[in-house]
């Protein structure tokens, strides 16, 4: 077996990078750049790190030499083979990375008390390991994206500025990416071995939740500090309504303990602050909005005037429920900054559409836009009349006071969201 200094692929999980990187654990500032390197292949795909069992794996682990991405090379002891091609099968992973987890669990976690060759406790055993790695790949992204955009005086900033690109060229193409793997995951089938047994089903479908709140993390610190266009916003309000926030689950019925109960509340709260967020409503209260330089720029979703539209549809038939009412209020906001800008007649040509269904077009005389009155209650005021009255004051309070903006929530109900009253949450809903 290599050695801890000649195999970091191994000695160096992912669970301990994600330490470092949030500072909860050192490395030398030249380790942590290697080790964040040698696993560049993972970090660019947080949402399924790992690719299936390939024929080309299978034949270097037959060959019992094994050189991994780092230049280590593994000698893989015959009695080892059978335990990494049945982990392989198991999780349907790679079998040099099914390797890499089966020495990283022995090394940091041993073997079970109840291991023998011939039962399934050491598939049972790794297979939490991998599950870990998994959460621990998803948060490493979500706490780079962290340093580089939020946490400029952290130690790790600079190592973040540096290494982000190499993984994440495309901010706003990753949001994009990872809004569809979340609406994947909700209807994501269980392999048939799974299913199976319902243990293991169970304990397969939480980790699907787990996921799904790891990726709305990264969502959000993906599209902070982004003016989100037009498609990534549709997309995401699509996503929203189809899953009913998340809640909408293909195995729910799988997920009915109290820890399954946590994870899609966190879930629900989580999806409600990125919705708003991506609206950037401070952006909306510090400048004064004019779509005709909007427009012109193509910067942010009011650039899209048919992509407007097409949010503005999906609002609209926001289901008589309490829980949406943030987001009622927040395109609320948003209507009546465009509608104030139409009323003044200050509107491009490609808004007009949209300007009908919100308001009256401004008339034309002489080739000059005429201001118009508004109606006695225009649509902003209809949407923000609607949250009101769904209870918007009482959902903001249970907001507040849950895991994700409350430590005290967060411990108390052991809440799995990993950064809990995160002052960008915070900030999003001042606004």
């Given amino acids: ?30 380790q942590l750049s290697s080790t964040l390197a040698h696993r560049k292949d993972k970090l660019k795909n947080p949402s399924d790190p790992y690719p299936p069992p390939s024929n080309a794996s299978k034949s270097k682990i037959e060959s019992g030499r094994v050189k991994l991405a780092d230049d280590s090379v593994i000698q893989v002891e015959e009695e080892h083979k059978d335990h990494v091609f049945k982990i392989s099968q198991a999780l349907d992973i790679d079998q040099i990375d099914a390797l890499i987890i089966f020495r990283g669990f022995i090394l940091n976690e041993g073997l079970p008390s109840d291991f023998s060759p011939e039962n399934q406790s050491l598939v049972e055993a790794v297979t939490g390991f991998y599950f870990d790695e998994r959460i621990a790949i998803m948060q490493c992204v979500s706490s780079l994206l962290n340093l580089k955009d939020h946490n400029v005086d952290d130690v790790n900033h600079s190592m973040a500025a540096e290494f982000l690109p190499e993984i994440v060229p495309d901010q706003l193409q990753l949001a994009k990416d990872i809004v569809a793997a979340i609406a994947e995951r909700t209807t994501r089938p269980l392999p048939r071995s799974v299913l199976a047994d319902p243990r293991t089903a169970a304990r397969w479908a939480k980790q699907n939740l787990r996921e799904q709140l790891c990726l709305l993390e990264i969502l959000f610190a993906a599209s902070y500090p982004l003016n989100c266009d037009g498609d990534l916003v549709y997309q995401l309000y699509e996503a929203l309504y189809k899953t009913d926030l998340g809640m909408e689950q293909k195995y729910s019925y799988l997920m009915l303990d109290e820890a399954c109960g946590r994870l899609r509340q966190d879930i629900q709260s989580l999806f409600l602050v990125v919705a708003v967020q991506v609206l950037k409503l401070d952006k909306l209260l510090d400048e004064p909005l004019d779509l005709e330089l909007v427009t012109k720029s193509q910067h942010g979703y009011l650039a899209s005037p048919d992509r407007v539209e097409a949010i503005h549809n999906l609002i609209f038939k926001t289901p008589l429920d309490n829980r949406y009412s943030p987001l009622l209020l927040a395109w609320g906001f948003v209507l009546t900054k465009l509608t104030e800008v139409i009323v003044a007649g200050d509107i491009p040509d490609d808004y007009s559409s949209f300007a009908s269904v919100i308001n009256p077009t401004p008339s034309r005389r002489g080739g000059h836009r005429q201001p118009v009155e508004p109606p006695s209650l225009t649509a902003g005021e209809e949407f923000i009349s609607g949250a009101m009255e769904r209870q918007f004051l ?38």
């Fill in 1 to 30: 077996m290599a050695s801890n200094d000649d195999a970091s692929l191994i000695d160096i999980t992912f669970q301990r990078l994600q330490l470092v990187i949030s500072g909860q654990s050192l490395l030398e500032p030249e």
């Fill in 394 to 431: 009482e959902t903001m309070l249970l907001l507040l006071r849950s895991p994700l903006l409350s430590t005290a929530a967060h411990s108390t109900l052991s809440s799995s969201i990993s950064e809990p009253n995160n002052g960008a949450y915070r900030y999003v809903l001042k606004c």
